[in-house]
């Protein structure tokens, strides 16, 4: 990059962080650091979460998904949108969790559960977040690495420097900086702040790709040319696509109710100024996520059609083998070794493939296939069988990984390249402190401090969460540096957070909406939701070399292969089970809806089983006699004329714009994007089926036009309310006056700032029911 594109990124970059500086000013309690005073407005929040959808680790993800997959996929994916809906109007689990003032996860299961469930059970969603969480600088400096061809090594006074671990130490100073001045304060305002500096930038790229890349002529033909069963863009058309299928589809719409607030409880999800907002907020994420989808859409597609389209085969054939190149380093020691490889990689011809006159493209038979074949080969023959496959397993997922960084620098001219540069810088800033603070929050105040019997000054509190999120920050160093991933990210990640997700559902939608669940039933859903999510990593991460060479040894491949074939033959397409070499048969998601089941079903025997009383929800929702602040929780009672209100989640605390949102909420993602372009398209397809050229049409039309007109409305309205809130902000956090109880700690299932109120509360009643019973007595006519 020239000094101009260096520039772009380096001026807006110290401005976010003077920002997270400036907020320091306002930090006066526990209560600040941790959820920014409760004094949050709805955009200011909902702006900041841009920031945080659009990540460099979601967006390669994205990338590495689609390029295999497609789009059609996502038509089926509609199928959600219902629940989207009914959960966001009704604000399901996020109001709930905000009545009850938890600062922090664990604050809530130890007001639930008990003490010692808050501990493990935080020390184990602390556990799966990290490890989830620690490739994300790596995927971030191999991305800049890539993008901005920067060396593998440099010099400062004769001392070598490798760029890879200088890149990882600089995005987590930056984001642990920004954490350590003020916490989740200092995170919504620097998030909200790139949030607004992410909108116009998102727009620049959107009219660039589609003036770069024809969608009739380039992106549309490339979409259409896969073999019967992996279909691009014909929905009807997926039998045969593996991993990422239609029983992803399903097991969305199960997790989407069942982990609705499974990470839930850290930075601005208890930041509102009160239930209502945090509400709005979450509504209005729904509009915000239009923006985001806009730019991943068109991301992907042009990278699929820059390396299949005949007319971009010379550029694909420079990212193929630069890609190579550069993964060669990474994963081939030897110098001679690495020489050959890119000799080998090199010698592979311009791969120019004409449509319509050659076999179309298909998973195992693409224009990538001769150079992962090729590499397979030399990699076994430098390495051995087992360890060559192991090998293969590193180069295959980067070589998927990395087409972002060098398609990109492929594609975008100088300026261009600055403002892409400075979007991701921005991606990876945003969501690197938000999910490195979402660990720190659960191990301070969920492990730390229940551990800590003398209560600490809000001083020493607050440098207890700085120093816990420093050790993060080296954990996420090491982990980085020496941590190998060897599927596709979206499968990585569900695998390492399985032994948290695995268990938790039960333990949070019952903890939230039941009165039977038990701290034994929270427990046995935990423990084993772990232990299978501890399995399930060491069985992947040792397949290639160590398991499955064992299970060959002993000879039971061939009956092992005959007993999963038979088992998920019920199954197949979608799931397909068969003993291969290189990967663990059963993939990611399969094993973790299995393990979802499995914990559900304990969770709810067990606590059947050892309720000895209903809990007390009313007191942990801060409703009834517990309602001391007086908020007006007051619910809309089911008539004939308030069923519409009913089911849009509307009560007496919306005002007429609140009903706005929500009915232009209802419209839209239901009316409109379930009944018309699923509902409707189903309907006309079992009439007359449509022909592929018409879901060319579709997807520009839903995908790109509709969402692209959203994303203007929502770039001034969100702007315009994302500044009237952060000043706001300013205002409140001013005014506002710090209780030095309000920290998180919990006495008898009572936050320690609510049990002086409660137990007045409640003598309150008592003193009422007994004064009606002396009328009662004195009175007896009566």
């Not at 820059?306 to 190149?325: G, M, P, T, Y």
């Not at 490195?436 to 301070?444: C, H, M, N, P, V």
């Not at 942990?620 to 007051?634: A, D, P």
């Not at 949102?661 to 006309?684: E, Q």
Request: glycine share 8%.
């Amino acid at each position: 990059m020239g000094l101009l594109d260096w520039m772009i990124v380096i001026i807006p970059v110290i401005g976010v962080l003077w920002l997270g500086m400036y907020s320091r000013r306002y930090l006066t309690g526990v209560a600040d650091f941790l959820a920014a005073g409760r004094v949050c407005g709805r955009y200011v929040i909902s702006v900041g979460d841009i920031a945080n959808a659009l990540s460099i680790i979601g967006l390669v993800a994205y990338v590495e998904v689609h390029y295999k997959t497609g789009f059609a996929l996502a038509f089926w994916q509609h199928l959600t949108g219902p629940l989207g809906i009914v959960m966001g109007l009704l604000g399901f689990c996020t109001y709930r969790f905000r009545e009850t003032k938890s600062l922090s996860l664990g604050q809530f299961l130890e007001m639930r559960y008990n003490r010692s469930f808050r501990i493990f059970a935080s020390a184990l969603r602390s556990l799966s977040e990290m490890l989830a969480n620690m490739i994300m600088p790596a995927i971030a400096a191999r991305f800049f690495i890539y993008f901005l061809d920067l060396p593998r090594h440099f010099y400062v006074f004769g001392i070598k420097f490798p760029t890879f671990m200088v890149i990882v130490l600089i995005c987590l100073t930056v984001a642990i900086g920004i954490i350590c001045m003020g916490g989740t304060m200092a995170l919504v305002i620097t998030d909200a702040v790139q949030g607004m500096i992410c909108f116009p930038l998102i727009v620049t790229f959107v009219v660039f790709m589609l003036w770069k890349f024809s969608w009739t002529n380039e992106i549309v033909p490339v979409m259409m040319d896969r073999v019967a069963g992996e279909s691009f863009i014909n929905p009807y058309d997926l039998s045969k696509l593996r991993d990422f299928n239609l029983f992803l589809v399903v097991l969305g719409i199960f997790t989407a109710i069942f982990h609705r607030a499974s990470w839930i409880g850290a930075g601005t999800s208890t930041a509102a100024r009160n239930p209502h907002e945090q509400k709005m907020a979450a509504l209005l994420g729904t509009w915000r996520g239009s923006v985001v989808a806009i730019l991943y859409v068109l991301i992907a597609v042009t990278i699929i059609t820059l390396l299949n389209h005949r007319n971009w085969s010379s550029e694909a054939k420079n990212v193929r083998d630069n890609i190579s190149r550069r993964v060669a380093e990474e994963l081939v020691e030897d110098p001679e070794q690495r020489a050959d490889f890119v000799r080998r990689i090199h010698a592979i011809p311009v791969q120019v493939h004409t449509i319509g006159e050659d076999e179309p493209l298909s998973q195992t038979k693409n224009l990538d296939t001769p150079i992962l074949d090729e590499a397979h080969i030399a990699l076994k023959e430098y390495n051995g069988e087992s360890q060559g496959n192991a090998k293969f397993q590193q180069f295959r997922t980067l070589f998927h990984q990395l087409m972002l960084g060098m398609s990109m620098r492929e594609l975008l001219p100088p300026g261009l390249l600055g403002l892409f540069c400075l979007l991701m810088v921005l991606a990876m800033i945003s969501t690197d402190d938000t999910r490195i603070f979402s660990a720190t929050i659960t191990l301070t105040q969920d492990v730390v401090m229940p551990l800590i019997k003398r209560p600490l000054t809000p001083k020493q509190h607050i440098m207890a969460i700085r120093l816990v999120a420093i050790g993060i920050g080296v954990f996420f160093f090491i982990g980085s540096s020496f941590m190998s991933q060897l599927d596709y990210i979206n499968l990585f990640v569900t695998l390492m957070t399985t032994m948290w997700m695995g268990g938790c559902g039960p333990v949070m939608i019952f903890g939230l909406y039941s009165r039977f669940g038990t701290t034994a039933g929270a427990f046995a859903s935990l423990v084993t939701g772990m232990l299978m999510g501890f399995t399930g990593i060491f069985v992947q991460r040792n397949w290639a070399h160590l398991v499955y060479p064992w299970i060959d040894k002993m000879g039971w491949v061939d009956s092992l292969d005959r007993f999963l074939i038979t088992v998920s033959k019920p199954f197949d397409p979608f799931i397909v089970w068969k003993m291969d070499a290189v990967k663990f048969p059963i993939n990611s998601y399969e094993y973790y809806f299995m393990t979802m089941m499995i914990t559900l079903f304990l969770y709810v025997v067990v606590s059947y089983l050892t309720m000895k009383e209903p809990f007390n929800l009313d007191r942990m929702l801060h409703r009834g006699i517990y309602n001391v602040e007086g908020e007006n929780k007051e619910q809309l009672k089911w008539s004939l004329g308030t069923v519409f209100s009913k089911l849009l989640g509307i009560t007496k605390e919306y005002t007429l714009g609140d009903r706005f949102i929500a009915w232009g909420f209802f419209l839209y993602s239901f009316v409109y994007n379930f009944l018309v372009v699923f509902v409707g398209v189903i309907i006309w397809n079992a009439i007359t089926p449509w022909p592929i050229e018409w879901w060319g049409r579709y997807f520009f039309v839903v995908y790109l036009l509709v969402p692209g007109c959203m994303a203007a409305f929502s770039t001034f309205w969100f702007g315009i309310g994302g500044f009237i809130d952060l000043f706001r902000l300013f205002k409140d956090l001013k005014a506002r006056v710090a209780d030095p109880l309000d920290n998180g700690r919990v006495e008898g299932n009572v936050s320690l700032a609510d049990v002086a109120k409660f137990e007045e509360a409640e003598r309150r009643q008592l003193e009422a029911k007994e004064s009606e019973q002396e009328i009662d007595i004195n009175n007896p006519e009566i």
